[in-house]
């Protein structure tokens, strides 16, 4: 029997190197492999002729080899080609690196293959499809495979087996949902969810089980925050933080003037800072509002008083261009506070002098990374805490910084005042729930003179087209993004990947331009160089994963190109383009449906309507209602695991609900 608590390695066939693969996924014991579910499921319908396939659905097709599969290479690159003939009709298959199938298919022989439809001029078409005999594929015909987020060392079928594995010998246990609650919302076990998630019958199974886990997870959540403002409501504010000549005359100074929404947040956050209790603040406001110079201004107030105030930033890149921002800004306007970045990535010398400058008071204001949270930082007189775009960061790590101020009185021991910052959208009832333990200000107002960013949501057909138009932008000296959802094609889900997409672009620009790309996997040191030399101007084109979404602010990149655009979430693309339209210049954003489908071009076209990331966010609500199963994560607001706080915000009220009945409120 296994116990959820269990480390991975109990598991008949996990060693090592397994272990290792899985604790990379965030899997370490056997409960969080059980919690490891599904991100989609694979529909294994009978094969059907090519001209009843849709081009860009992926479909499974009957075929017989025509002839000798022809292998090439390119550079590092193998590609494969055979044409096949499904009911006479000729389908071009086409492999990259996978020079092995060679011998495979052999000339005469019958397969199933499956993949996404293409058409061309030279006709029909396969883009890597997987391969299978007529009996492999008659056995998973009709089933839903589940597939599972994969990594380095560890497919999804091994995923699969292992959690079969688990499920089948997992010690009973206490569902954490008291009876009563789940009577009243009608909620499966928790037990039988997971295995209906994992393994489900029917697709309409699905929806009540994960209906099950989400409910869960928010239930979880939300009591959390619950307790949070239980224990931490109306604290005394132990700081003396009422002189601020050196701030108010910095923003007098500013070679703009604050919007009336900025002054509006400024007022608030005075008057919190010097009020009876503790501040703590949630600060709302789209891409490109201009919340960082109020947290700026925020951490000058506080180390006018005297006191210390930090800034945590959910990348490095990001928290190395706040440091050099306020640096510039405070040598520019002779501003005495003294700044300091402590990151992850800095040599051990190097942290040790931050750390010794952080603790002797060297240091006014210190920005970073996770590494302000870590073990051996010790503040004097810290005072403020702000997080910036909070929705990468657990509650419990805001909770870590925040009780590192009270190990930085001198006695007594002190909360500091705390500030979150986030651009992401969420209609404001749902805010009150998510962030219940916070006030909430909103800058709804755009500083003005932004030139509005361009956008156009197109088919695959518009590439040729999209480089043309890079090439022609990286010849005026502007830089582009092209962000694909997957790193590599080493999983069998469909959708354009970083690294093949690099090379396409390397062969379809002039030579001299200059293609890198950037994924979430990559060393952080290697993320950092790749950063910092597309912010010098040193990368014409970065390729990436959404890693680009928070923050980086390059105002010379005019160009935002998504790839498979149809597979995010709507307010994550307006993120995305959010990265773009900081300069002077005019910028613009290629959204590419990648699925050929109109459904999924409609939900695109709000973004093409509205540049409001509320009214975006509210209109795919609209559109893909509650319990969209395949929308799953989408959104990349507050990480859960399973949950969407926008397409599942049903759940997210009952939940509420529910946690207020299990508190007695
Ligand atoms: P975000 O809210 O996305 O963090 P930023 O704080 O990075 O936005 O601001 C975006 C840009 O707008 C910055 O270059 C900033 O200097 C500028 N900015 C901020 N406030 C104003 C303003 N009131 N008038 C003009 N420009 C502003
Ligand atoms: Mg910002």
């Known amino acids: 029997m296994y116990r959820q608590t269990d480390p991975i390695s109990a598991l008949k066939g996990v060693g090592d190197k397994t272990a290792m693969s899985l604790k990379k996924l965030g899997v370490e014991t056997v409960g969080d492999l059980i919690m490891h579910l599904p991100v989609r499921y694979e529909d294994y319908r009978p094969p059907v002729t090519v001209c009843d396939g849709e081009v860009g659905n992926v479909i499974s097709v009957k075929a017989v080899i025509c002839q000798s599969p022809i292998l090439r290479r390119s550079g590092r690159r193998s590609i494969l080609t055979v044409t096949a003939a499904c009911d006479g009709i000729p389908v071009n298959m086409i492999w990259f690196y996978m020079p092995y199938l ?202 006018e008083n005297g006191y210390q105030g930090a800034m945590m930033a959910p990348t490095e890149v990001l928290a190395r261009q706040h440091y050099d921002n306020f640096t510039r800004l405070f040598s520019e306007y002779d501003i005495p506070f003294r700044l300091i970045l402590l990151t992850g990535s800095m040599t051990p010398k190097e942290k040790r ?193 959404t890693v680009i979404e928070v923050g980086v602010d390059v105002a010379n990149a005019t160009v935002m190109m998504i790839e498979d655009a149809q597979r995010f979430g709507l307010a994550q693309l307006h993120q995305l383009r959010g990265r773009v339209g900081r300069g002077k210049a005019q910028s613009y954003c290629i959204f590419i449906n990648g699925s050929g489908d109109p459904e999924k071009q409609a939900r695109l076209d709000i973004l093409n309507h509205s540049n409001d990331g509320f009214e975006i966010a509210g209109e795919d609500l609209k559109m893909r209602g509650p319990g969209d199963v395949f929308g799953i994560r989408q959104s990349g607001v507050l990480q859960f695991a399973v949950g969407d706080v926008f397409t599942d915000n049903m759940i997210l009220k009952e939940a509420a609900e529910a946690a207020d009945i299990i508190l007695g409120l």
């Open 102 to 303: 060679k011998s495979k298919l052999q000339k005469g022989s019958v397969f199933v293959f499956r993949g996404k439809l293409t058409k061309t001029r030279f006709g029909f078409g396969f883009e890597q499809p997987l391969l299978y005999s007529a009996e492999e594929y008659e056995e998973l015909s009709g089933s839903l495979m589940p597939v599972f987020r994969s990594g380095e060392g560890i497919t999804s079928t091994k995923i699969r087996k292992l959690i079969r594995q688990a499920l089948d010998d997992l010690e009973p246990s206490e569902d954490p949902i008291p009876l009563f609650i789940r009577e009243k919302y009608g909620l499966m076990e928790k037990l039988e969810a997971i295995n209906i998630m994992c393994f489900p019958e029917k697709k309409e199974d699905i929806l009540p089980a994960r209906r099950r886990l989400v409910f869960g997870e928010f239930l979880d959540f939300i009591l959390g925050i619950r307790k949070m403002r239980q224990e931490g409501s109306a604290l005394t504010n132990p700081y003396d933080l009422h002189r601020d000549e050196i701030t108010t005359g910095f923003v007098d100074r500013l070679p703009f003037d604050l919007t009336d929404a900025q002054k509006k947040v400024f007022c608030e956050i005075k008057s919190d800072l010097t009020g009876p209790t503790l501040m703590k603040r949630l600060l709302q406001g789209d891409v490109g509002s201009g919340k960082t110079i109020l947290a700026l201004l925020a951490l000058m107030l506080v180390s």
């Open 353 to 545: 002098d931050a750390r010794e400058k952080i603790a002797s008071h060297g240091a006014d204001i210190v920005i970073g990374t996770h590494a302000l949270i870590s073990e051996g930082v010790k503040y004097d007189r810290l005072a403020l805490v702000i997080t910036d775009e909070q929705h990468r960061f657990g509650v419990r790590q805001r909770d870590k910084l925040a009780a590192k101020a009270s190990e930085s009185g001198e006695g007594d021991s002190f909360m500091p005042h705390i500030m979150v910052m986030s651009a992401t959208p969420i209609p404001r009832t749902l805010a009150i729930i998510i962030y219940g333990d916070l006030d909430i200000s909103v800058i709804d107002e755009m500083p003005p003179g932004r030139i509005p960013v361009k956008n156009c949501v197109v088919g695959t057909n518009y590439r040729k087209k999209a480089y043309d138009f890079i090439k022609e932008q990286l010849r005026k000296g502007h830089q582009a993004y092209v962000v694909c959802p997957k790193i590599n094609g080493e999983d069998e889900s469909e959708g354009e990947n970083v690294i093949d997409y690099t090379d396409v672009l390397r062969e379809n620009l002039p030579p001299a331009a200059r293609v890198e790309y950037l994924h979430g996997k990559m060393r952080p040191a290697e993320k950092e160089d790749i950063m910092e030399r597309f912010l010098k101007g040193e990368i014409d084109v970065l390729v990436s994963t």
